[in-house]
């Protein structure tokens, strides 16, 4: 069963960088696209950035764009998404999701089966 594991997530000042990582369990990462999503309070679930399966295509919101950058090595089942350049308004709760399908132009998976726990990044001085 598919089991995803989200981590490095914390408080940081504007400006400043974080390194979130998924942890991929139950599968093999090989085979899977990568999506990274994240929720603010009171908005809509949004995706940020996706990584094809075999990790030659990403794609990625808006708003993200030129400051985040999505990766993932298959040998450690592990993906990541390094942040930099944070901005207040990238504050919420981040998840990842992984599925056997074509990512989306806009950063984001055509659909979810599973959600991790989710990490927490907040963005203040």
């Known amino acids: 069963q598919l089991q995803l594991a989200e981590s490095g997530g914390g408080l940081v000042q504007p400006g400043g960088s974080l390194r979130l990582s998924c942890a991929v369990s139950g599968m093999s990462l090989e085979y899977y696209a990568i999506a990274w999503y994240r929720q603010a309070p009171g908005k809509k679930r949004e995706g940020v950035s996706c990584?094809?399966?075999?990790?030659?295509?990403?794609t990625y919101a808006d708003s993200v764009k030129g400051r985040f950058t999505v990766s993932k090595d298959d040998a450690k089942n592990t993906a990541y998404l390094q942040m930099d350049s944070l901005k207040p308004e990238d504050t919420a709760i981040y998840y990842c999701a992984a599925r056997r399908t074509l990512c989306t132009d806009s950063g984001a998976l055509p659909a979810v089966d599973s959600w991790g726990q989710g990490t927490q990044v907040t963005v203040s001085s």
């Open positions: 990584i094809s399966v075999d990790g030659d295509r990403s």
